[in-house]
């Protein structure tokens, strides 16, 4: 996982991550050295001592790194505003093994605004994985979550995990098999 590519960093504090691939949640105590090898949708994935971890970009001070801030939308915003935005930060979800965010992996099978009685959107997504083993999934689960329930307007998310049809690497944009080298 490390290269000479990656970019060497110190944690300034103690920080709560996420182990790749078991999902686990740990604390990496300041002082520790490791290298960013991805810095993709808002999140760092970091290699420390053979193992990667993925530091959320709301921790990005703990690695030097600023803190992402939220998506906005105008006052006037029309319900084509809220659904292009929700395909924004599903593009912003990123596997943290892979550089390819779950959009162009093909991974959202499913993605519905549900108009609210306030004027508000509650957002109906079905998912997948790459592999139904996956540690990351209830990780990658919450991370499209998190990154739909900051929208303005959004005011739920609901993320269902299915694997029916199984995912398969003909899903993939052209562009990411490109990318990937599966073309």
């Known amino acids: 996982m490390f290269n000479h590519a990656s970019q060497p960093v110190k944690f300034d504090r103690d920080c709560d991550v996420v182990m790749i691939p078991s999902g686990d949640a740990v604390s990496i105590p300041a002082g520790t050295v490791g290298y960013i090898t991805q810095a993709l949708g808002g999140s760092y994935t970091v290699f420390i001592e053979g193992n990667l971890f993925r530091v959320a970009g709301e921790d990005g ?75 990351m999934g209830d990780i990658l689960v919450d991370d499209v979550r998190s990154k739909l329930e900051i929208i303005p307007r959004v005011t739920a998310a609901e993320v269902e995990l299915v694997f029916d049809p199984p995912w398969n690497m003909q899903m993939m944009s052209e562009a990411a098999r490109l990318e990937t080298g599966m073309l």
């Open 61 to 135: 001070d703990a690695i030097g790194k600023d803190i992402v801030p939220p998506p906005t939308l105008p006052d006037d915003a029309t319900r084509e505003d809220v659904e292009k935005l929700v395909w924004h930060q599903l593009g912003n979800v990123y596997d943290p093994e892979i550089p390819i965010d779950i959009v162009e992996l093909g991974l959202v099978y499913r993605c519905d605004l549900q108009p609210l009685d306030d004027g508000n959107y509650r957002v109906d997504i079905d998912m997948t994985l790459t592999a139904p083993g996956c540690g």
